[in-house]
């Protein structure tokens, strides 16, 4: 089965440039990729080939309120890009609006979900950033990891504090979510604005080539335009994916006393978790923050 990465956050934080980036990124290796993107409203088949003429046969539409998913059907519609044969997309067609189909279901986009990790190495799902459109809030639950971009303003902060109470449950994994500072330009208070939504993992700066390739159709060769911190961002992601399951990277940590301690075995977890109150130790606290805090001084380098 493949990894599944969600990305969602506010209108123009440059979720769907990172989408693109990111499969670069991850398919270096000739690993396979596959972008989703279910937001009815903008179709992205026409934004990411506009050369190309894709009728609504092609459409992700189809296949999401079809009688029955499988991974035939989700095969046939994977549209591939003929620069980059590693990375697939899906996404609705030129004309098509959130009336062009029935209303999206939760068992049917689970079920498309689980088809389509069969078939690549790689699952990026590109959400809108309406939570009512029920594929987002669906993704955010079936995702392995799930990146949250976040213009650092205050839209980006609005945004997130309306909508961090419609993601309380424990399947959305909130804390989990690694948060990016979309287009990032000079004059954002980083600081500031770090300290007011809980803390960026990195940086995604705006630049004046990566917004021409992007409005020009031209979206997965802006990577050559993406700086340092971009790229760092994008090795976090990939770094993230590679970690063992159980966490544990063999790698001595820094408690918040300044010492460090080996990394705990793990048939001594259970001293280290409180089951009947449902929250890990302080131990086991210090050790994930100084982990944080480590890849986040390595992101802003």
């Not at 934004?47 to 009688?67: D, Q, Y």
């Not at 399947?171 to 500072?181: G, I, M, N, S, V």
């Amino acid at each position: 089965m493949s990894k599944i990465i969600t990305v969602w956050g506010n209108p123009g934080c440059g979720k769907s440039m990172f989408c693109c980036n990111l499969a670069k990124v991850l398919t270096a290796g000739k690993e396979k990729a596959l972008i989703i993107n279910a937001d009815s409203s903008t179709p992205m088949l026409p934004v990411w080939m506009p050369e190309r003429i894709l009728e609504a046969s092609a459409s992700i539409g189809n296949v999401l309120t079809g009688l029955e998913i499988n991974t035939a059907l989700v095969a046939e519609r994977v549209v591939l890009l003929k620069e980059y044969p590693f990375i697939g997309v899906m996404g609705y067609a030129a004309g098509e609006n959130p009336f062009s189909y029935p209303e999206l279901k939760y068992e049917k986009i689970r079920t498309f979900i689980s088809e389509a990790s069969k078939l690549v190495d790689f699952i990026i799902l590109d959400c809108s950033s309406n939570m009512l459109n029920f594929f987002t809030p669906t993704a955010i639950e079936a995702a392995d990891l799930v990146v949250r971009i976040i213009t650092p303003d205050l839209r980006g902060l609005n945004y997130l504090r309306a909508h961090k109470p419609l993601l309380t449950d424990e399947k959305f994994h909130y804390r989990e979510h690694l948060t990016l500072a979309g287009l990032a330009r000079p004059f954002h208070d980083i600081d500031e604005m770090d300290h007011l939504i809980g803390g960026f993992d990195g940086l995604l700066p705006y630049a004046k080539e990566i917004e021409r390739c992007g409005t020009s159709g031209q979206m997965f060769k802006t990577l050559a335009y993406c700086n340092q911190r971009y790229i760092n961002s994008l090795k976090l992601v990939k770094g993230r994916l590679e970690e063992p399951e159980d966490g544990n990277t063999g790698e001595p940590y820094e408690t918040e006393e300044g010492e460090f301690q080996e990394p705990y075995e793990e048939e001594e977890e259970a001293e280290w978790e409180e089951p009947d109150a449902g929250r890990t130790s302080k131990k086991y606290r210090q050790a994930k923050t100084a982990g944080k805090e480590r890849r986040r001084r390595g992101i802003f380098k």
